[in-house]
Structure formats: structure tokens, C-alpha cells
């Protein structure tokens, strides 16, 4: 009977309690008022919060930097994380808090990486990049080069969510191959972003792809999504994967 149901629903899989397994949050917008994530530190407090509940212990958190919007430098991010540690101890939560940034790749990316200008990473010198959403950018595999002469390791945010790469899933493998880690976002899980990023999420999942996962928590309609992530079909298959967070 219970092989029966299992079959009806479709999922080896069943829900999830929280997000405890994953441990550690390596993608977030939560610090405030940096970029198109919290605004304030009041709602830097609430997802913080938010993220506790759902069973994270430790929050790294990417304001994005991009030249034409998001101009953050390593020290006001700094300054930022500094701020929101000291909110939470007063507030009486308990969450490790890291930065890193989440750089967008165009000329100025590549010019900071040619003059060797700091940049932020995470754990073993985890670089974490995102693209344009629509286009291939030309320079992509000159700017994996780059990083991985410079001794990064380039870490590729939600290659599920880049249109370019759909039908082509083989490019991301060569990706792979070439020594760029995969995080897609865990609420492509949910058919959040579109369909097709569902698609590419539970290929990647399939093939043993991913490498890293993240929240890209914003705000808490992102929160509400991720509740949602834990009765996912394919989240005990993603976290049956050997994903590096929790050792970050
Ligand atoms: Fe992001």
C-alpha cells in the first residue's frame, strides 16, 4: 500500500521538517540596504529570524556587485555585516553571519580580477558569479580562466535561471568540467523563477550536478517559497548529493 502511494504521488521523496541538513546559507541578500534585498535592518532581522526557523546555522550573505547598479565595495559590506552581528546579539538570535558578495560578470569584474583588486569569497576561495539572465556574456570562459589563474574557485550562481544555457545542457556540463561549481537556488525547486528553471534544477540533480545550493533570499516572499521547498520532490535527492555548504 505504502509503495502504492509513493507511486500515485510520483516522489521518493517525503517531506522535509527543515532545512537543518543544508546548515549553512551561502546566497542571500539579507544584509541591508545594499542592493535589491532588505532595505532596513529591521527586515535584515526578520529574515534572519525567518532563516533560523527554517534550520540554518550559518548565513553568508552576497550583496551583489554590478557596475551600472550596485557599486559595493569589500569594506561598506563589511561594515554592513558588522552591523546587522551586533542587531542580532542585542535581538538574542543565534546565527553565525558571513559575507561574501555575489559579482556580476562584466568589464569592471574583469578589470578588478586583471589588477587584483580584493575580491570576496567564501570558504576555499569560493568566488560566486552570476551573468546576464538572457545572453551568454562573450567573455564567460575568458573570465572562468581568470579567476581560476588568480587561484579562485569560480562558483556559478543559479545556472538554472540563465535562458542561454536552455536546450544546451551540455554546455553546462563542460562548465563543470572546466572547474566552475554549480549553486543552483533551492527554490527553483518550487517552479518559483519559471518552469524551465524547475526543469534544469532537477537535471542538474539528476546527473549529480550541483555542487552548492542557495537561498537568494531577498525578502520573505522568498522565505514563503523555501517552506515550500521542503515537500519538493526532488529535495532529498539534491540532499543525498555531497554539497560543500555544510562545511563552509
Ligand atoms: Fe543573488
Keep these: 500500500m505504502k509503495q502504492f502511494f509513493k507511486n500515485l504521488f510520483g516522489g ?15 546566497h542571500s541578500h539579507i544584509l541591508p540596504g545594499l542592493d535589491d534585498g532588505a532595505d532596513t535592518l529591521e527586515r535584515s532581522l526578520e ?31 563589511r561594515e554592513k555585516l558588522e552591523l546587522l552581528r551586533t542587531a542580532i546579539t542585542e535581538a538574542g538570535l543565534q546565527m553565525e553571519l558571513g559575507c561574501a558578495a555575489e559579482y556580476y ?4 569584474f574583469l578589470e578588478k580580477l586583471d589588477n587584483g583588486d580584493e575580491l570576496l569569497t567564501f570558504g576555499d576561495k569560493y568566488l560566486l558569479f552570476e551573468t546576464s539572465f538572457l545572453n551568454e ?16 574557485k569560480p562558483v556559478m550562481a543559479h545556472p538554472e535561471r540563465y535562458s542561454y544555457f536552455y536546450g544546451k545542457f551540455n554546455d553546462l556540463i563542460e562548465l563543470r568540467e572546466q572547474g566552475v561549481l ?22 542538474l540533480i539528476d546527473n549529480g550536478l550541483v555542487d552548492l545550493v542557495g537561498s537568494d533570499v531577498h525578502s520573505l516572499k522568498h522565505i514563503a517559497s523555501l517552506q515550500k521547498v521542503l515537500s519538493t520532490k526532488y529535495i532529498n535527492k539534491l540532499l543525498s548529493l555531497p554539497l560543500l555548504n555544510a562545511q563552509l
Design 182 to 203: 554549480l549553486q543552483p537556488n533551492l527554490n527553483s525547486l518550487t517552479g518559483y523563477y519559471s518552469p524551465a528553471a524547475k526543469t534544469v534544477i532537477e537535471k
Design 47 to 77: 529574515l534572519v529570524q525567518a532563516m533560523q526557523q527554517l534550520g540554518y546555522r550559518k548565513l553568508i550573505m552576497t550583496p551583489h556587485i554590478m557596475s551600472d547598479f550596485y557599486r559595493n565595495t569589500p569594506e561598506g559590506i
Design 105 to 108: 560578470l562584466d568589464e569592471v
Design 12 to 26: 521518493e521523496s517525503t517531506s522535509l521538517e527543515s532545512l537543518g541538513a543544508v546548515g549553512v546559507d551561502m
Design 137 to 152: 556574456p562573450l567573455n564567460l570562459r575568458e573570465a572562468i580562466f581568470k579567476m581560476r589563474s588568480k587561484g579562485y
